[in-house]
């Protein structure tokens, strides 16, 4: 049984790593989030101390360890992106290795960063990329490699989530600390897609607002047109005729890709790898922060291989 610690417990997704560290019988020792809204730890570690301040829960987690005798194995960060960075190396100093949502950072060099302090550091840094471990994905890239096609594969990705006015009001809707839409809602898919078919060759990018953004990449066996949208708007008519909130397809050489079912325990799988120390590093979540870098900063083009939705 390892101890953990969790940043970010109010958070959308902690429920997940709650969830997580609860399944592979571990334990949580203390948990942090400057909103107080975190009752649902009451079903996974109701006796887990909880903080609202960094200091005490830092000054907790040291008080454990030097009086108590008491490590800490593994901090699980769920903060906002802007924040992963500094929580991972608090984490390391701790003794501990780290857990981080994705994106796990915002830059390419903040990577670098990171990469210097683990060296110096005895815990490692792992990352969530759930795609990796759906099976859908994973039969995808056996099939992809097995294959000896002589073009490339044409793809066309949409991913359409909508948010309330929350949205903006929230870190989310600051690009300096979320880093945008395409960062905080398609790094994992940009990842999934390099893992897949290879290198990035070319990253354009058609339309990019604080609601939606669109673009093309080309990677060494695949050319994509890509859609995120968080407006309701852009939902296809069927879909909203059916009341659903969440339009998300991959269609490959016309053909759907089918992976709408098989999430609920991914995040549990990502910690029994993690565990077994089989989890995603820095240099694996390199490619990813580096194409959503290059689609932040990239001028807009009216020109290319444009997603239908644009038309």
Known sequence: MKNFALMGAAGYIAPKHLKAIKETNNHLIAALDKFDS??????????????????RFDRHIEKLKRNEGVPLDYVSICTPNYLHDS?????????AHAICEKPIVLNPWNIDALAAIEKESQG???????????????????????????????????YITPRGKWYDASWKGEESKSGGIATNIGVHFYDMLSWVFGRVQENAVHLRTPHKAAGYLEFENARVRWFLSIDAADLPQEVQ??????????????????????????????????????????????????????IRNAEISNEGYKHPFLN
């Open 38 to 55: 975190v009752g649902i730890m009451d079903r996974y570690f109701p006796n887990a101390n909880f903080f609202t301040e960094f200091e």
């Open 87 to 95: 929580h991972i190396r608090m984490a390391l100093r701790s003794g």
């Open 124 to 158: 490692n840094i792992n990352t969530i990329l759930q795609l990796r471990l759906h099976a859908a994905i994973i039969d995808l890239k056996k099939k992809v490699d097995a294959t000896e096609k002589k073009g490339k594969y044409e793809i066309d990705l949409t």
């Open 241 to 294: 005729e059916k009341q659903q909130r969440t339009f998300r397809a991959i269609t490959i050489d016309s053909q759907e890709l089918e992976f709408s079912d098989g999430f609920t325990e991914l995040h549990t799988l990502s910690y029994q790898k993690i565990l077994q120390h089989q989890g995603f590093g820095l240099e694996v979540v390199r490619p990813s922060i580096e194409i959503v870098h290059d």
